[in-house]
């Protein structure tokens, strides 16, 4: 089911903007410059049309009007980025903007995707990646709809496809990076693919395939920052963190020393965690007599809504929450861009799995108790 959720994202509509950005401005105050944008798409109505990405963790927006399908945006751009630019209501494209460039886009209002885009450097790279991705994203809606029609029956085939699907991902990554590893877009694949869901082993490898140019690009420092915080709750290393329970008073995860903890960022919002939960509820059923503990971190920010999950689930362990959300200081110190994310801590305090969910936590408990 892991796979599942790793290629879901992609079957929402092409909104694509960079990750936030972990590491001070002085970092990437390099290579800025003036761009242009001008466009004329055919079908196009007068109104906003707006410009927008990411940038040190902060939407970077803009608008003009568009009159007889024509607009123009003028601006400076702090390095290679990739911008989503919003026509109409509903219908998005994106660009890739270099400093020092003037961007020309032509098309037709109803047919974006076959828009004719010069002048920017960058923009056949991604778009070679939109390609191969798209190919990944359609195979993968057919296997959803497979699984829809199955419900409960036998989903091995189903399973088997996704495992498929995942490892022709891997490749299709691998072989990207190593056609263009001076390329900002490069470690932005990476990122989205192998840290917003994390695969630590093909992040670092990844990286490791770049040059210092792509290394030394936007996405590239912000790759190799991305690295060194998931290296925090790698596998062998300690971790430990003091948060609030439920009653407000310090919990520290070092307290539970000789004890087998499974550390579970969860939130009461997350559709993925709460069909999870029946699993936990079992193994912690299961093992708690025998020394398995589960701390769940909960990345809500009303305390009402986590409090009623926690007992509408029947979610009988630990529970901790600095009630921030997203902006929790531990989900970001720790690198933590989606959930449910989970670690494995055994008796010595040092994480010895990640993110085993159902049956693979049941076999890991089995392994350690049995």
Request: some cysteine.
């Amino acid at each position: 089911m892991m796979h599942l959720i790793k290629l879901k994202k992609y079957l929402r509509p092409k909104v694509l903007f960079a990750m936030a950005v972990l590491c001070g401005s002085s970092v990437y105050a390099q290579n800025k410059g003036k761009y242009s944008i001008s466009g004329q798409i055919d079908g196009l109505a007068d109104g906003k049309v707006f410009l927008s990405t990411r940038y040190l963790g902060k939407d970077l927006t803009d608008s003009t009007e568009a009159k007889s399908g024509n607009f123009n945006f003028k601006g400076t751009s702090p390095g290679t980025l990739i911008y989503s630019l919003r026509l109409g209501k509903q219908q998005y494209m994106s660009v890739v903007i270099q400093p020092n460039e003037n961007v020309k886009i032509k098309g037709n209002f109803n047919h974006l995707d076959n828009a004719e885009i010069t002048g920017a450097g960058a923009q056949k790279v991604w778009e070679e990646w939109l390609k191969k991705w798209s190919a990944i994203r359609d195979y993968a809606g057919h296997l959803y709809k497979m699984a829809d029609s199955i419900g409960k029956g036998d989903r091995s085939a189903v399973d088997a496809g996704f495992a498929q699907l995942n490892l022709r991902l891997i490749d299709t990554v691998d072989a990207f990076v190593k056609r263009y590893p001076s390329s900002a877009i490069a470690p932005f694949v990476i990122m989205d693919r192998f840290v917003t869901y994390p695969n630590p082993e093909k992040a670092q490898s990844n990286y490791a395939a770049l040059t210092s140019v792509g290394k030394n690009t936007i996405y590239g420092k912000e790759l190799g920052q991305a690295i060194a915080v998931s290296a925090k709750t790698g596998l062998g290393v300690k971790p430990d963190f003091t948060l609030p329970d439920r009653e407000g008073k310090n919990f520290k995860l070092s307290s539970l020393k000789g004890k087998v903890v499974l550390v579970d960022f969860w939130a009461s919002w997350c559709g993925p965690c709460r069909k999870e939960n029946p699993n936990l509820v079992k193994a912690y059923a299961k093992y708690h007599e025998k020394g398995f503990e589960i701390v769940g971190v909960s990345l809500d920010d009303k305390k009402d809504a986590w409090l009623k999950a926690i007992d509408a689930d029947k979610l009988n362990w630990l529970h901790v929450s600095d009630l921030k959300g997203w902006k929790s200081n531990l989900a970001t110190e720790y690198g933590i861009r989606s959930i449910p994310t989970s670690f494995l801590v055994d008796v010595n305090g040092k994480i010895i799995a990640k993110d085993l969910r159902g049956e693979a936590l049941e076999k890991k408990l089995a392994a350690i108790y049995n």
